[in-house]
């Protein structure tokens, strides 16, 4: 039967690796070991949350019952490899990498990730963030599930195809849209208008989306199918036309949807 | 001296209309006539405001100091030409019209364009939302600046080149980041997970993206140039190809900007 999680060690120093150091840390976990490729990373977050830096990814197994890799997901393999042998449990943070990227290496493993945008100094509400896991066995799971519920009042379970087609809808969901957002910033600069004029659209625009079916909230030229507008537009993003190319495969694409 | 405006009278019994209507009623503007292509719109709005259907266009005129054009932009003038001689007041509400579409039908004409997502029968905190106008002389000017200071706290001048602009940005940050919402939707279908899983990142993009610049706030496997997570999110797409276009194109536009 595995024990329960309170001390942990973290390896990587990115935007995950943070969120997640300051949220086990308000918790009450000890992190007992940060190690990032980048050792003065690794410092400065270890000493925010009363760690330990170390140099070598196999101190991180010292007096740990949780290893987490917050690394780039195409290091987790070979930063796991550096561990060693090690009893405790091992998880990585990934959307899109299998829970066998951890199977060679280790006999308790398992995924553990939330999903947010994180952006290192931005403060998160973790009570509202979900995490899904994923887990060797039923030991192992249980331990990651009291872990995850001490932080979120989300937590589900979700098998490396769920995770992944979770980390698709994602990326539209979060880092498409803020492109849209970003678009409308630059095609707005020409204009001479302050920027905030759209932050009430673009909240509403969230709003309605999570309080109903976004597919029933769309409006606008293309889903009324309004040639002309379209078409005005498209003569107005003729100085942008990587963005012109895209307002017509989305026009295309929304027009078509609603026919 | 145009003096102030105290009743009008509505064309149109879409989105805007309604919101409009509503609003104008709220702070005890009288709405003389609503006329609709279809009568029983109309109708159905006249109802709701205290107001009269008509049928003849050239009947809104009748006792009132403004009529508002929230029809379709494609008839604008055609509905305008059919309004007859008027001594008051003329606007149209739409993004990507020029003002120029009322100047061979009106003396005193102009444009009073609110920038937000309308949907019949969902809520929209009018004092938030931002109206842009644009007019065919300072007395018609100070009249519009007068009423839409009485619905809302964000009240611009802008002229129908900055108000196309503005429309085109509308279009990205509202309409095209709803697509991308109702493309995530779609994706999650498939795998078994409850879609409010995705409500918190949308929320928090939306409020990341008002609170900064939403460039700097760009996240994911295109903003690292992961290819190695792109390509796995591909071929998660290929059951679903014109979004594995979009996601391509998008993915590329990203990398690029971040190079």
Tied chains: 1, 2.
Aim: hydrophobic content about 40%; overall charge neutral; glycine content about 6%.
């Amino acid at each position: 039967m595995q024990k329960s999680i309170t001390k942990i060690a973290l390896a990587g120093s990115g935007n995950i690796a943070w969120h997640l150091a300051n949220a086990l840390k308000l918790q009450g976990y000890q992190i007992t070991r940060i190690w990032s490729r980048n050792f003065s990373n690794a410092r400065a977050l270890a000493e925010s949350y009363d760690s330990k830096a170390c140099n070598y990814i196999s101190d991180l197994r010292e007096n740990a019952d949780l290893i987490i890799l917050a690394v780039a997901d195409k290091a987790i393999k070979e930063v796991a490899s550096a561990i060693g042998e090690f009893d405790g449990i091992v998880v990585h943070t990934a959307g899109s990498v299998s829970i066998n990227a951890l199977k060679d290496s280790f006999q308790n493993y398992g995924v553990f990730y939330p999903l947010q945008t994180f952006s290192k100094g931005t403060p998160v509400n973790i009570r509202e963030v979900p995490f899904f896991l994923e887990s060797s066995s039923d030991d192992v799971n249980q331990a990651l599930k009291q872990l995850a519920l001490s932080l979120s009042a989300k937590v589900y379970e979700a098998d490396s195809h769920q995770r992944m087609l979770l980390h698709v809808a994602a990326v539209f969901a979060g880092n498409y849209s803020n492109f849209m957002y970003t678009i409308s910033h630059e095609v707005l600069n020409g204009s001479g208008l302050p920027q905030d004029v759209l932050h009430p659209l673009i909240l509403e625009t969230a709003r309605k989306a999570t309080s109903g079916d976004p597919m029933k909230m769309q409006t606008g030229p293309a889903r009324r199918n309004d040639t002309t507008t379209i078409e005005k537009h498209l003569e107005i993003l003729a100085s942008l036309p990587e963005y012109a190319e895209l307002y017509r495969l989305l026009a295309n694409l929304i027009s078509n949807k609603y026919k």
